[in-house]
């Protein structure tokens, strides 16, 4: 019989966690932003610590699931709040998520923030080139991977 092999994991640790959000502010650093999106859940911890060396103080939340807990994807990106186009419109918006995956989630946050009238920049930590499905690309990463990636904050995962 033959065995699957669990897929490679990386651990992350809260050092390397601080060292990769210090990646994505260096090369953030000088771009003007008004307002800092950041995905729940994943990207909040790296949406938070990324807007102090960024020095962003206005930061919205977008409330989305694609994935549900055993990580099966849903038929589109099902949205539980996100904020009003006119916090939106005429803004400069940091997309900030921990995991660009399929990219279906970031990129239908990326189409509502154009739609509301806003210029969007995203952001994440991990970019899985060989898992999008989506046409775009992250504007700023910090690592390339074809791992399953495991943070700091995703306590008992």
């Known amino acids: 019989m033959t065995q ?5 994991r990386d651990i992350v640790s809260w050092e390397e966690l601080d060292r990769l959000v210090g990646s994505l502010a260096d090369q ?3 771009r003007p932003f008004d307002v800092l999106l950041a995905i729940t ?3 909040m911890v790296p949406a938070g610590m990324l807007a102090y060396r960024l ?11 694609y994935y549900d807990e055993t990580g099966q994807p849903a038929p589109r990106p099902r949205f539980f709040q996100f904020p009003a186009d006119t916090l939106l419109r005429g803004k400069r918006v940091l ?3 921990e995991v660009w995956d399929s990219g279906t989630t970031i990129h239908a946050v990326t189409e509502r923030v154009r ?9 994440v930590l991990h970019y899985k080139p060989e898992r999008s ?14 791992h399953w990636v ?8």
């Open 4 to 8: 699957i092999a669990a897929p490679v």
């Open 28 to 30: 953030l650093a000088g």
């Open 41 to 43: 859940r994943g990207g």
């Open 55 to 65: 020095k962003l103080r206005d930061i919205l939340v977008a409330a989305v699931e």
């Open 95 to 97: 997309i900030v998520d």
């Open 115 to 123: 739609q509301a009238g806003g210029a969007p920049v995203t952001a």
């Open 133 to 146: 499905n989506v046409p775009d690309r992250p504007d700023v990463h910090a690592v390339e991977t074809d």
């Open 150 to 157: 495991v943070y700091p904050f995703k306590a008992g995962q």
